[in-house]
């Protein structure tokens, strides 16, 4: 179905890769990319769960193995602005976000050394990937301003002030229409074919590992 | 001795080449037989290796390392301790001083000396007299109960059954709903046993095993066989 301008749709469905939860708040790809994340940290709350999230600008996906408690979030409140900024600073703690924007952080300040133009790198030996320096730094060094520098980037490139809130507040007033179709609809396809995708886990890395195998270049049958 | 191994928290018992092992999860070997603690990799002082070329990565990952390698030695106490290469990150840095220290002290506390040997690994090029001053025994690579202790074996001759370092096993796991995750690990083979990288300030290598491997992944200091 296509959602009028008083509607938001959400769609729940299930395919042979878990439980995909589409919404659509079509507010652009920048700000799903962080509603995408509170949402999942917010359910991720009620229940340990694991999530792979992918977006584009007309709504935001929600993958997992398990059940997605849609019904229990909506009542609790998934788009609520209350205690909006400590669910995003930890939906950002939870992500990569900070992560890739590290690496941009990284480069400016010198941490990564990417050579001169048309000439190979000498120092091989200096080389770190980013997403190890930041392991180091969050570990050893988390007020380090370089680190502080990749969060506020997170919260003021991709969160654009108060786009969010007011995004929020929006679809807070808008009718929710919670739909269940058995197969793939046109709004859902493109998202669910992004491979750029982000992670945000509550469950205990043990249990994670128990459902999950090791990952060959020939497929083994089982 | 070996009941205090037995209940190491989080360990995996290996029985290899009719050897018992333990796997531990703060990325170490240990042997019984031979009370002998096995690290590899630690790459200490990296982080000051990059200080002095102007690249400012936080200095406390050494003692973090240091601290891990103390405290395990303390709760197993092993009679050896043989680190498989790659002890120091490159050139003299000020963070060998403390190593050293370390490493001193970590031979005269326990009431038995305790025996430490490097086999030297690409990144150990300090000059022999630090190693020696550290106190430790010097080899290229050599053989315990009939197993083969190197840094990488690759340049030599590959026939041997081996224990080494070098590559930072690392395995990549995949589950429903595009879950991915990569944990280092222990790779068992049928030759070879490659051992993690000890240190923190270290990257992983998705390594592919082969049939009839076998990986330990390392994860919530926990051990955990996965293939």
């Given at each position: 179905?296509?959602?009028?301008?008083?509607?938001?749709l959400i769609e729940?469905?299930?395919s042979r890769?878990?439980?995909?939860?589409?919404?659509?708040?079509?507010?652009?790809r920048?700000?799903h990319?962080i509603?995408?994340?509170l949402c999942?940290?917010?359910?991720s709350?009620l229940t340990?769960?694991?999530?792979?999230?992918?977006m584009?600008d007309?709504?935001?996906?929600?993958?997992?193995?398990?059940?997605?408690?849609i019904?229990?979030?909506?009542?609790?409140g998934l788009?609520?602005?209350?205690?909006?900024?400590?669910?995003?600073m930890?939906?950002?703690?939870?992500?990569e976000m900070?992560?890739?924007?590290f690496?941009?952080?990284?480069?400016?300040?010198g941490?990564?050394f990417?050579?001169?133009p048309?000439?190979?790198?000498?120092?091989?030996?200096l080389q770190a990937?980013?997403?190890?320096l930041?392991?180091?730094?969050q570990?050893?060094?988390?007020d380090?301003?370089l680190?502080q520098q990749?969060?506020?980037?997170?919260?003021?490139y991709?969160?654009e002030?108060?786009r969010l809130?007011?995004?929020?507040?929006?679809?807070?007033?808008?009718?929710?229409?919670l739909?269940r179709p058995?197969?793939?609809?046109?709004?859902?396809f493109?998202?669910?074919?992004?491979?750029?995708r982000?992670r945000?886990?509550s469950?205990?890395?043990?249990d994670?590992?128990?459902?999950m195998k090791?990952?060959?270049?020939k497929h083994?049958?089982? | 001795?070996?009941?205090k191994?037995?209940?190491h928290?989080?360990a995996?018992?290996l029985?290899?080449?009719?050897?018992?092992?333990l796997?531990?999860?703060?990325k170490?070997?240990?042997?019984p037989?031979?009370?002998a603690?096995?690290?590899?990799?630690?790459?200490?002082?990296?982080?000051?290796h990059?200080?002095s070329?102007?690249?400012?990565?936080?200095?406390?990952?050494?003692?973090?390392?240091l601290?891990n390698?103390?405290s395990?030695?303390?709760?197993?106490?092993?009679?050896q301790?043989f680190?498989?290469?790659d002890l120091?990150?490159?050139?003299?840095n000020d963070?060998w001083?403390?190593c050293?220290?370390?490493?001193?002290?970590?031979?005269?506390?326990?009431?038995?000396?305790?025996?430490?040997?490097?086999?030297?690994?690409?990144?150990?090029?300090l000059?022999?007299?630090?190693?020696?001053?550290?106190?430790?025994r010097?080899e290229?690579?050599l053989?315990?109960?009939g197993?083969?202790?190197i840094?990488?074996?690759?340049k030599?001759?590959?026939?041997s059954?081996c224990?080494?370092?070098?590559?930072?096993?690392?395995?990549?796991l995949?589950g429903?709903?595009?879950?991915?995750?990569?944990?280092?690990c222990?790779?068992v083979g049928?030759?070879r046993?490659?051992?993690?990288?000890f240190?923190q300030?270290?990257?992983?290598?998705?390594?592919q095993p082969?049939?009839?491997d076998?990986?330990?992944?390392?994860?919530?200091r926990?051990v955990?066989?996965?293939?």
């Amino acid at each position: 179905m296509v959602p009028s301008s008083q509607e938001c749709l959400i769609e729940y469905m299930k395919s042979r890769e878990g439980y995909h939860l589409f919404i659509y708040p079509l507010e652009g790809r920048v700000l799903h990319e962080i509603m995408g994340a509170l949402c999942a940290w917010r359910i991720s709350q009620l229940t340990s769960i694991t999530f792979s999230i992918a977006m584009n600008d007309y709504g935001f996906e929600l993958l997992s193995d398990q059940e997605i408690p849609i019904e229990e979030a909506l009542e609790a409140g998934l788009f609520s602005p209350d205690g909006l900024h400590e669910d995003i600073m930890h939906s950002i703690n939870q992500t990569e976000m900070a992560n890739s924007r590290f690496r941009e952080v990284a480069t400016v300040s010198g941490l990564i050394f990417q050579g001169y133009p048309g000439k190979a790198i000498k120092s091989k030996h200096l080389q770190a990937s980013t997403s190890l320096l930041f392991k180091v730094f969050q570990q050893y060094e988390p007020d380090s301003l370089l680190l502080q520098q990749a969060y506020n980037e997170v919260l003021n490139y991709e969160i654009e002030g108060d786009r969010l809130r007011k995004a929020l507040e929006r679809l807070d007033t808008k009718h929710i229409v919670l739909t269940r179709p058995n197969r793939f609809t046109p709004f859902c396809f493109p998202i669910m074919v992004d491979r750029l995708r982000e992670r945000l886990t509550s469950e205990k890395l043990v249990d994670r590992i128990a459902k999950m195998k090791v990952q060959l270049e020939k497929h083994i049958p089982d | 001795m070996a009941f205090k191994a037995a209940l190491h928290k989080g360990a995996q018992q290996l029985r290899w080449k009719d050897h018992s092992f333990l796997l531990l999860p703060e990325k170490a070997l240990y042997w019984p037989k031979e009370e002998a603690l096995l690290v590899a990799d630690l790459h200490l002082g990296k982080s000051g290796h990059f200080q002095s070329h102007g690249i400012p990565v936080p200095g406390d990952v050494l003692f973090k390392d240091l601290t891990n390698l103390g405290s395990l030695v303390s709760h197993l106490q092993p009679k050896q301790l043989f680190i498989l290469g790659d002890l120091f990150h490159s050139q003299y840095n000020d963070e060998w001083a403390t190593c050293e220290s370390f490493f001193q002290d970590l031979i005269s506390l326990p009431s038995e000396p305790l025996k430490i040997t490097l086999i030297l690994g690409n990144h150990d090029i300090l000059h022999r007299r630090h190693y020696l001053n550290a106190g430790f025994r010097i080899e290229k690579e050599l053989t315990l109960g009939g197993i083969q202790l190197i840094h990488d074996p690759e340049k030599d001759v590959e026939t041997s059954t081996c224990i080494h370092g070098h590559i930072h096993p690392g395995v990549r796991l995949i589950g429903k709903g595009r879950q991915k995750l990569s944990l280092p690990c222990f790779w068992v083979g049928k030759e070879r046993l490659v051992l993690p990288a000890f240190g923190q300030f270290t990257g992983l290598y998705m390594v592919q095993p082969e049939e009839e491997d076998h990986m330990y992944a390392i994860a919530d200091r926990q051990v955990i066989q996965v293939l």
